[in-house]
């Protein structure tokens, strides 16, 4: 397996911190090292300002590259909703995760989904080897 990939559904959030572009960043710039992932890049984030007759009312969508893979978050203020995904090559503590995210926006309630990636990838150089001839093996014989 590549890795896990939480994908966290808030409701019942703090409006202002959903439209607050500076706690977005900074908690993007702190949520890394909280569960043991490197940053490698600062995080980016962006205000749309929606419309009010249509369903997307603006929000926030922010991503923080690391060096493990990616966590990104999207936000509704208008419905006290946001959505946060963190994949990574590396096994993390997903309920420290939960909670650190689930108190920072104050959300009431949430849902979680946890996604295995990549269940055939090797981690294991010596057998990726193995695995690619093999493979070789085959393409030859055909």
């Known amino acids: 397996m590549l890795g896990p990939h939480l994908m966290l559904d808030c409701y019942g959030c703090d409006e202002n911190k959903l439209k607050d572009l500076d706690f977005v960043l900074k908690f993007l710039d702190e949520l890394p090292a909280m569960i043991s992932m490197h940053k490698i890049a600062d995080p980016y984030a962006i205000y749309y300002p929606g419309k009010s007759d249509s369903f997307d009312k603006g929000g926030i969508s922010a991503i923080v590259i690391i060096a493990e893979s990616h966590i990104s978050i999207h936000t509704f203020p208008a419905n006290n909703y946001m959505s946060v995904d963190i994949f990574s090559c590396k096994i993390f503590d997903i309920e420290k ?46």
């Open 97 to 142: 995760a939960i909670e650190y995210i689930t108190k920072a926006f104050g959300a009431k309630k949430f849902e979680k989904k946890i996604l295995n990636r990549g269940l055939e990838f090797p981690k294991d150089v010596p057998k990726a080897m193995k695995i690619v001839k093999k493979q070789r093996e085959k393409i030859n014989l055909e």
